[in-house]
């Protein structure tokens, strides 16, 4: 019986909406607390600037998916790289790839982890990426470095191809360019999904990883068919 009411809340389209605009503020609120938080947060001792609930998600996945690859772009300050790693050792298998443009940062040293300096789309990184991969190996992608549309897509374009079936290409920070934070980067990650899947039918949105209701990467779990 509890069930049943709690379903038709759920229903009630004024609650439904009233929801999404508390978890909408609630995200910007998080957002813009950016030195309080998640330039606070950290994955032991390393900092991560990804949401907690998409860490989660991204658990969820790799535990699903199983990949044996997984290609990052934008290491960062190395906290989402050490935490695929984390997660591969847990499940006991997968390795990352982790891409950056930028020398100075200190990649975390794993031995699940491999770090390659350079941008993700130049064409030194995807030979050295492909060289890496293996015809029978599952490959996830997660797309966060650049976000401009222009990087995103060609990013997407690039690596939509490695990903295997079942798999997930996940872009990062869709929240960018007033979704509902940083206007002036407009357009960004969110506008490069839907340009890329009017070109690539085989991607679909994959809402069910948006439910926890806030994400940095709305409309970016992309899982290939
Ligand atoms: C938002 S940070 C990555 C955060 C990290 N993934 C995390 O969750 O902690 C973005 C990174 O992308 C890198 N970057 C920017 N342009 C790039 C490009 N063309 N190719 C590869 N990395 C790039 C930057 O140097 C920066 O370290």
């Known amino acids: 019986m509890a069930e049943r009411s709690k379903s038709r809340a759920h229903r009630n389209p004024l609650k439904v909406l009233y929801s999404r605009l508390i978890a909408r503020e609630f995200l910007k609120c998080y957002y813009h ?35 044996d690859i997984i290609i990052e772009s934008g290491t960062g300050l190395g906290g989402s790289t050490l935490y695929l790693a984390s997660c591969c050792d847990v499940i006991g298998k997968g390795s990352i790839i982790t891409i950056d443009i930028d020398n100075r940062l200190n990649c975390p040293k794993h031995k699940r982890i491999r770090q390659i300096v350079g941008s993700s789309v130049s064409p030194r990184i995807l030979d050295e990426v492909k060289r890496d991969i293996s015809s029978d190996d599952a490959v996830l992608v997660s797309l966060g470095s650049d976000h401009s549309k222009e990087h995103v897509l060609s990013e997407m374009r690039a690596y939509g191809a490695m990903v295997t079936s079942g798999s997930y290409m996940i872009v990062e920070d869709g929240i960018a360019g007033g979704h509902p934070v940083k206007k002036n980067h407009y357009p960004g990650p969110m506008e490069a999904i839907e340009e890329y899947l009017a070109e690539d039918p085989t991607f679909t949105i994959d809402m069910k990883r948006e439910k926890f209701m806030m994400t940095f990467n709305p409309k970016g779990y992309l899982r290939e068919a």
């Open 33 to 67: 607390s950016r030195p309080k938080i998640w330039n606070n947060t950290y994955w032991m001792g390393v900092p991560v600037g990804k949401c907690p609930f998409d860490l989660w998600i991204y658990q969820e996945i790799l535990y699903e998916t199983q990949p």
